[in-house]
């Protein structure tokens, strides 16, 4: 290119040169700078200085009630939980320095896996660096070429991730609609192999898969079942075992997906099975083999907390009171949610539009509270939504100042 030409390509493009591989980001970029220009703080850049408490920080100077966390069990601050942190870091070290398959699997992973098999009367568990890894590996190594996965179209993105990274063939399905996956599974070729991948809870409107369904459509076209339980362990089911459990067909499912990074309270991420060659996927799943594992102390943790959440049934039960109040709370004040009731311990808030909800989620933080700002491509439907996720460790009382928060809030911005 002449410097004639590539000045006017410059020109064009507002300032970047031609070839600017960051040119792609431009109307991101755009939306961005928009977004920031009406309001002072960066929902996408708060910075917890201090935490308290599971449910308390300190954010931009503000003493803040957390409700857009996912420490639905609050296991972060467990004096047990942190103890076993502590005892770990000085009797193993800061870090394994490699994978599990060479030098990176210490007592504490043997032991955290042991922990799942118990939590969970499964006979395989297998430890990943984080829940995203855990989706990627399981689904992009168990579905191969030829293949069919089945999968709902408002699957989490380590899903859709899971599925980019194999070779089989991936076949959406709208969400929660029972007959359209059933269609979608009958047009599969005879023979050919079938992964169903669903979700307990959806994060995104906290709304609860029909599992029960669901899991016999696939069972009768002989297709296996992963479901990913992120946001139900702990918390769901009488033994907090996810939604599979609760609704009475967590031994038809094949393979459950599971995350350290919430109601356990540190990070990591699993996949538990009982199939009977579920361990050969620690010599072939990529996302396993190529990566450190997880720290002593991280571990540690983690199989101190599944150990307490097993006992969990008060927290469960106050989780549960904290969740109904606040959506029959914000449903009284006028607010719109994601669903008619309330299904899991997300409670998530419709916004009229992105500029509506920025403005709500910072006169939220001027309230003195936290919670998430999501938008597209995370959320479906073009949706923008202040979604709320409570603690076991939130009080009654938190619940009233919260709602209080909303109705003042809401008023202010011109919602309800
Ligand atoms: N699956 C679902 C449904 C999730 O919501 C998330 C995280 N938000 C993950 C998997 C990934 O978990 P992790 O944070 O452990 O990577």
Do not use: C, E, T, W
């Given at each position: 290119m002449s410097e004639q030409s590539a000045k006017a390509a410059t020109a064009e493009s507002g300032g970047?040169?031609?070839?600017?591989?960051?040119?792609?980001f431009d109307g991101i970029i755009q939306t961005r700078e928009n977004l920031l220009s009406q309001g002072a703080e960066d929902p996408f850049g708060l910075v917890m200085e201090k935490v308290l408490s599971p449910t308390r920080a300190i954010c931009n100077g503000r003493d803040t009630i957390l409700l857009g966390t996912y420490n639905y069990m609050g296991m972060t601050f467990d004096p047990d939980v942190i103890a076993a942190g502590k005892e770990a870091l000085e009797k193993y070290g800061s870090g394994t320095t490699g994978s599990r398959v060479l030098n990176g699997t210490y007592q504490g992973h043997v032991e955290v896996e042991a922990a799942l098999r118990e939590f969970y009367a499964m006979d395989h568990a297998m430890v990943f660096s984080t829940g995203y890894q855990a989706n990627l590996g399981i689904i992009s190594t168990i579905a191969g070429k030829g293949d069919y996965i089945v999968l709902d179209i408002d699957s989490h993105a380590s899903i859709w991730d899971g599925c980019a990274m194999g070779n089989a063939e991936v076949v959406p399905f709208r969400h929660n609609d029972l007959e359209a996956m059933e269609k979608r599974l009958r047009r599969i070729p005879e023979g050919a192999g079938k992964l169903v991948v669903l979700e307990?809870?959806?994060?995104?409107?906290?709304d609860v898969a029909p599992l029960k369904e669901m899991v016999a459509i696939a069972k009768k076209y002989g297709a296996m079942v992963l479901v990913d339980e992120a946001h139900s362990m702990g918390f769901i089911g009488p033994n907090g075992r996810g939604v599979a459990e609760e609704q009475g067909v967590i031994d038809d499912v094949d393979f459950i997906i599971g995350t350290f990074s919430k109601s356990v309270g540190t990070v990591g991420g699993f996949c538990v099975s009982n199939h009977p060659k579920f361990e050969i996927m620690r010599l072939v799943c990529r996302p396993y083999v190529f990566t450190a594992s997880l720290p002593p102390s991280v571990v540690a943790t983690a199989a101190t907390s599944i150990r307490k959440l097993i006992q969990g049934g008060d927290k469960r039960a106050h989780l549960w009171e904290n969740s109904k109040r606040l959506h029959g709370g914000l449903k009284d004040l006028g607010f719109a949610l994601g669903t008619d009731h309330p299904q899991s311990a997300i409670v998530a808030v419709i916004m009229p539009d992105l500029e509506h909800g920025a403005a709500m989620w910072e006169a939220l933080l001027h309230e003195g509270l936290y919670v998430n700002l999501a938008r597209p491509p995370a959320t479906p439907a073009g949706m923008t939504l202040l979604r709320c996720s409570l603690c076991a460790e939130h009080s009654a009382e938190e619940v009233e100042t919260i709602l209080g928060m909303f109705e003042r809030a809401g008023k202010a911005v011109g919602i309800i």
């Open positions: 970047a040169p031609a070839g600017d591989l960051f040119s792609k307990g809870v959806y994060s995104m409107l906290g």
